[in-house]
């Protein structure tokens, strides 16, 4: 690519994960990247490698603001927006305090549409760009302990079919991320999520059960081979609206056959209930 051609590309959640790969992956491949996460010392490696990088925490508008302003002031373009940043707040409905509820919005989902309100009038200025979010195969399917999690993911779905249809008139692309199971911090995460919410509760056997059927070995993909998926997406002249992991078919695909009870009795004999 020469410099005319480069495209820019903010990444959020670039400070580790599915995130931090795409980040090393278009950066490989030519492009001019932004890498943005609350974490900046984690970021070091990939600024090492030649990504800029922006302080930001999704859930703060002046470091959303700042940190797409400054994009436009040096590079005078944005072309893609990858809304990647997100957690998940497991735990049982019962013990989640609603406090913690409204974060996991604010951060998979609001932080994400306001990322997106931002980039927008460039966008349609330019007539062209995408904006590629990662939601999950959570986002079509359930499990135990994830009602706030699978809540944003699912809401993020219908965000973004709505959005994708809005947009698509100003030349813009939408396009939707469904990882299966990916090597990152989400998992450690979650386990600290479930255990400090619902370890000790009514419901601390399914919480025990949860961690211990999801730190088996399984189908757990690298991050890279999302990472892939990113970048065929910014390839594609025509991409796809939905790009879904191999190792999230197959559940996405038993959710689709099966009635809610068999889906249930399933999800009960995965985690040994
Ligand atoms: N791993 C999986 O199995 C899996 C499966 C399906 C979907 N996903 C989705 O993939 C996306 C990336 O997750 P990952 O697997 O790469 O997990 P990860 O390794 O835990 O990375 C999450 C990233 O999100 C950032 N983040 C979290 N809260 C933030 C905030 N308030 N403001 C800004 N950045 C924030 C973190 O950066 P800082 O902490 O430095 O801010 C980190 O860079 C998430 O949306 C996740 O839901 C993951």
């Known amino acids: 690519m020469n410099r005319n051609e480069q495209k820019v590309v903010l990444v959020t959640g670039a ?46 508008e002046t470091s959303m603001s700042n940190g797409v302003y400054r994009i436009i002031r040096e590079q005078g373009r944005i072309d893609v927006l990858f809304n990647n940043a997100g957690y998940g707040a497991y735990g049982a409905v ?4 609603l406090e ?16 997106t309100q931002l980039v927008l009038p460039y966008m349609r200025r330019q007539k062209s ?44 692309d939408v396009i939707i991320i469904e990882p299966g199971a990916t090597d990152s911090e989400w998992a450690e995460v979650v386990f600290e ?19 211990k059927a999801l730190k088996k070995p399984g189908a757990v993909y690298p991050p890279t081979r999302i990472a892939h998926l990113v970048s065929k997406a910014i390839r594609s002249k025509k991409p796809k609206t939905r790009y879904v992991a191999g190792n999230a078919r197959p559940v996405i695909l038993v959710r689709r056959i099966l009635s809610d009870r068999m889906f249930d009795r399933i999800l009960y004999r995965a985690f040994n209930i």
């Not at 913690?100 to 990322?115: D, I, K, P, W």
Request: hydrophobic residues 40%; aromatic residues 8%.
């Open 193 to 211: 999520h479930v255990q400090t919410t619902s370890g000790s509760t009514a419901y601390s056997i399914m919480a025990d059960a949860f961690i």
């Open 94 to 97: 019962e013990d989640v305090p």
């Open 15 to 60: 400070s580790a994960g599915i995130g931090k790969a795409t980040v090393e992956l278009l950066l490989q491949e030519g492009y001019i990247v932004y890498g943005a996460a609350r974490r900046i010392e984690q970021m070091k490696d990939i600024e090492s490698k030649g990504a800029r990088i922006i302080a930001m925490d999704v859930t703060d």
């Open 100 to 115: 913690e509820a409204r974060r996991q919005f604010e951060v998979n989902l609001f932080g994400l549409s306001r990322l």
């Open 129 to 172: 760009g995408k904006i590629i979010n990662t939601s999950s195969a959570g986002g079509k399917v359930y499990t135990l302990l994830g009602a706030w999690y699978h809540a944003a993911k699912h809401a993020l779905e219908g965000f973004s079919d709505c959005l994708r249809v809005e947009v698509k008139p100003f030349g813009i």
